[in-house]
């Protein structure tokens, strides 16, 4: 074969490992990706990743988004520290190899100091990195107060032996359980420092964007009146950005949802082409269902979960009708999936016509606005 003489790259790929192995470990865990906002000038980023000796791919997630993957703890580290000296915004995600191991501990007085129950823990040989008093917040008289509750949450280091921990019956003398922390899988994560979605504020080195005004600082620093409207970051409207009833919050959540369903119960060769939520794309246009091209999400998805020829065109997605063969189809669970699916886009498609007509209205507002602030937000 004279390929050689063609494609250098392409015959690496073919031609036997010969080479001695490189010390990157295969099966470890993937390292999360890093993701560069922002980006105007692409020389910037080649020159500070080309100042590292570290091992890289970037992928070009769009015009001012990349994503950068390195392949090992060390890299990783070199990265993100390259890319705050050179003060990039960027996200990543938690590392679930050195994630830190969460439980609650029940039955501690509820003023008991955190420092205590520390140091006794650490006393009893456990490598414990924080504890933290469960609050909750009541409203008694019109005013808000926070409770303490008989609940601390306990953090280790990932080292730590998990059983050991669950063994754990007594802190400060005082008998205690030990419990997991429910976890709200489910549930998009949302970024306390941004406010945007899919990453927390622990990797977060992208320009803050307060809950409550949307201005370009953290919620801590807000000085608006108490007594203001609120302004979600995300779509605008008049509520905190961490409100759940959020367009773009709802919106992201049945993706979420729909992609687990899908997942779990459709067998490979049906599964419906959910819309790709490339990490990074506008939620705006999420919500618009443009993050794949000009076809619509919607669309797509008609295409590929209707048996053909049982849409009516030029039919709202809501109105499309199966046919009577079908409908006395025995395999009731499939059809229940397709209405569930049809009843969910029918859904999707109402949002992102609202959502087009308060971005249509807020484009009005904004040009009288001064508020730099604003021109600055992404959504
Ligand atoms: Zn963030
Ligand atoms: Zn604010
Ligand atoms: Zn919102």
Redo the contacts with the bound molecule.
């Keep these: 074969m004279d390929t050689s003489t063609k494609s250098p790259k392409l015959v690496d790929k073919t031609v036997p490992d010969s080479k001695p192995k490189e010390k990157i470990v295969v099966k470890k865990p993937k390292l999360p990706p890093v993701i560069l906002s922002n980006i105007n000038d692409f020389n910037k980023v080649q020159e500070v990743m080309s100042s590292q000796n570290i091992k890289y791919e970037i992928k070009l997630l769009n015009n001012k988004q990349l994503s950068i993957k390195v392949f090992s703890e060390i890299d990783y580290r070199s990265l993100t520290e390259a890319i705050n000296e050179a003060k990039f915004e960027w996200h990543s995600y938690e590392n679930k190899v050195t994630r830190p191991c969460k439980v609650i501990a029940r039955g501690l007085h509820p003023t008991c100091k955190p420092e205590i129950i520390l140091n006794d823990l650490k006393a009893l040989g456990f490598n414990v990195l924080s504890v933290v008093n469960i609050t909750k917040k009541k409203k008694v008289n019109d005013k808000q107060i926070t409770d303490s509750l008989p609940l601390f949450t306990l953090t280790f280091d990932h080292s730590e032996d998990i059983k050991k921990v669950f063994s754990i019956t007594h802190i400060v003398n005082t008998r205690v359980k030990i419990e997991a922390i429910k976890k709200q899988k489910d549930q998009i994560p949302q970024c306390k420092r941004c406010q945007r979605y899919e990453h927390t504020q622990s990797f977060c080195k992208r320009e803050a964007r307060?809950v409550?005004?949307?201005?370009s600082?953290l919620?801590i620093h807000?000085?608006?009146d108490i007594k203001a409207p609120a302004k979600c970051s995300n779509c605008h409207e008049a509520h905190p950005a961490n409100y759940r009833g959020c367009m773009v919050a709802k919106e992201l959540q049945k993706r979420r949802l729909a992609r687990k369903k899908v997942d779990v119960t459709k067998p490979k060769q049906q599964k419906v082409s959910t819309p790709k939520l490339t990490r990074g794309v506008s939620y705006s246009d999420v919500a618009r269902n443009n993050t794949s091209g000009s076809a619509s999400v919607s669309s797509q998805v008609k295409k590929s979960i209707t048996p053909k020829g049982k849409v009516k065109s030029n039919k709202s997605f809501g109105k499309i009708q199966t046919t009577p063969k079908r409908q006395k189809s025995p395999r009731k669970n499939k059809s229940n999936e397709d209405t569930f699916m049809t009843k969910m886009f029918t859904k999707i498609d109402e949002i992102s016509a609202r959502l087009a007509k308060i971005e249509k209205r807020y484009e009005i507002n904004y040009n009288g606005t001064p508020r730099s602030i604003l021109k600055k937000n992404e959504y």
């Design positions: 307060c409550k005004c949307a201005g600082h919620t807000c000085t608006m």
